[in-house]
């Protein structure tokens, strides 16, 4: 990958971001999800004259489809600001621009109806991947199905689009193990190859491929042998953790992640390639307004349930930083990316982190013992009676055999019979929350931005005010404590908090 220079775009004149959006025509994976819903609302927004967006649906037929259209994206909060810009041509604006396909990556051209797939293979400019299973410890089945084989089903579908100006892929910061970890493709070939190739190094250049087929093999195997059990679930997830841990992922999800980005790089060819690499995703920090979230992300079970008086304390490193971004700011620097990238169409792969471990440090100390401590304080949960739950600071636990002794004292506590029970079944989910969030909250991740910072450097003035992706500029205890807890309250929890967004 070229090194981004501000010579190459003159800073006066930026990088042409909307511009370079203006009737473009764009197929979206994954668009109903969190990133992919405000990545949407933002290029409509922003760019009113992009052309159309394919939406990838799961979805039974077209009705269905048009069904989760509506409900997800012409009825969803996110969208405020374009109704009261559109009013009454509002609907008409959204089905002018947006078209819900059915289909999915993890089958051969992407599950779309033959007509409908050679359309937009003739029409589309720009391909956006963010489709992903996301759970940690997911069936080895499922999480292949979609953060690998879908990969390669949209190298394939890549290749045979006639306008392709470019594929943007929306991976994870946590595709490589613990350390410094700058912007570079990956390979975890070397720890994989003798495995898959046994002596054959002659095969090397297709060893991802190989990988990906191989990992698939095991899991046929897996099946086979547990055809017939209730616990076929059960040991494809255990399957996928082995086989993680084997080459040194601490769970399934960032390993096929890992996974994925290889297959990209080996397939790519003359596909101009830009992979976005995000830390932890939350919510929106101003855009379209500040704390719109969709269901619970990374952090937020540990905030819930210290604001409900259940967790007091959590697995971590006193020293050690959560590295969380918010998911406006990824979807700015994505769009970034896009147009620097876009206009040369130069068969490259360019990666960008989204992080702010180095940038801008959010402590774990700071973010359990002072901002959930505070922002509670302040604006306290009820109980079923309508009390104030009285919260405490949530403690760093360094060890998980403390974390353990941890929850069984607080068990043990209990006033009465009932409260042990509850405090018990709430002990196992604070044990898998730890097993989920161990890497993230012990382990020493820090991300180098160095492309992410060129690419601010190159914009101008105006771009800056409008794709705003400048990760010092966070005031994380404002973040926290006045918009990202309130904004999971609110459009998560559901609950009516007196904190105003």
């Known amino acids: 990958m070229e090194a981004l220079t501000p010579k190459e775009k003159a800073p006066e004149a930026g990088i042409g971001i ?76 959204m089905m002018s621009k947006l078209v819900p396909v059915v289909g999915n990556v993890s089958q051969s051209d992407l599950g779309i109806e033959e007509e409908l797939a050679i359309s937009i293979k003739k029409d589309v400019h720009i391909i ?12 080895y089945d499922a999480i292949l199905d979609i953060n690998a084989k879908g990969i390669y089903n949209l190298m394939i579908f890549a290749k045979k689009c006639l306008k392709l100006e470019l594929h943007l892929h929306f991976s994870t910061a946590y595709v490589t193990r613990p350390g410094r970890i700058m912007e570079d493709t990956i390979s975890i070939a070397n720890c994989m190859e003798n495995e898959v190739l046994n002596s054959n190094k002659s095969l090397g250049k297709f060893l991802p491929a190989l990988i990906l087929e ?21 040991k494809l997830s255990e399957l996928g953790l082995q086989r993680a841990n084997k080459f040194g992922w601490p769970n ?12 990209i790089d080996n397939m790519r060819e003359d596909v101009p390639v830009i992979i976005m690499r995000p830390t932890i995703v939350e919510s929106t920090y101003k855009e379209p307004f500040p704390g719109w979230i969709e269901g619970r992300k990374a952090m937020d079970p540990l905030i819930s349930y210290n604001g409900q008086g259940k967790l007091t304390g959590f697995i971590g490193t006193v020293n050690n ?27 490259d792969i360019n990666i960008y982190h989204v992080a702010s471990s180095v940038s801008l440090p959010l402590a774990l100390k700071d973010l359990f013992e002072v901002y959930f401590y505070e922002h509670f304080k302040m604006w306290p949960c ?35 019979s009932s409260e042990m029970v509850e405090r018990r079944k709430f002990m ?47 005031d994380w205890k404002h973040y926290i404590i006045n918009v990202h807890i309130p904004g999971l309250r609110k459009h998560v929890m559901k609950e009516k908090c007196p904190c105003k967004l």
């Open 128 to 139: 956006v991947n963010s489709a992903a299973v996301t759970s940690f410890f997911a069936r």
């Open 18 to 93: 909307e511009k370079f959006l203006q009737g473009k025509v764009m197929l979206i994976t994954g668009a109903t999800g969190f990133l992919g819903k405000v990545l949407v609302e933002k290029i409509l927004r922003t760019v009113p004259s992009v052309g159309k967006m394919y939406l990838l649906v799961r979805a039974k037929d077209k009705e269905a489809a048009k069904e989760r259209l509506k409900l997800e994206f012409l009825e969803a909060e996110l969208f405020k600001c374009l109704k009261q810009i559109y009013g009454e041509g509002y609907e008409a604006f």
């Open 382 to 416: 009820v109980d079923a009676r309508g009390k104030p739950i009285n919260v405490q600071k949530l403690k760093i636990i360094t060890s998980m055999e403390e974390f353990d002794a941890h929850l069984l004292r607080e068990a043990t506590m209990s006033t009465s």
């Open 214 to 234: 191989n990992e698939m093999k095991l899991v046929a195997v897996c099946k086979k042998i547990y055809s017939d059990s209730s616990i076929v679930a059960e």
């Open 321 to 347: 930083v959560l590295d969380v971004v918010p998911v406006d700011m990824v979807v700015n620097a994505s769009l970034a990316a896009m147009a620097m990238h876009g206009v040369t169409t130069k068969a």
């Open 428 to 474: 196992e989910k604070a044990k898998y929350l730890a097993k989920c969030y161990q890497p993230f909250t012990t382990y020493p991740y820090r991300f180098g931005m160095n492309n992410t910072e060129r690419l601010w450097e190159c914009m101008s003035e105006d771009e800056k005010k409008k794709f705003r992706f400048d990760l010092k500029s966070i």
């Open 252 to 263: 399934t999800y960032m390993f096929v992640k890992a996974i994925g980005e290889m297959v």
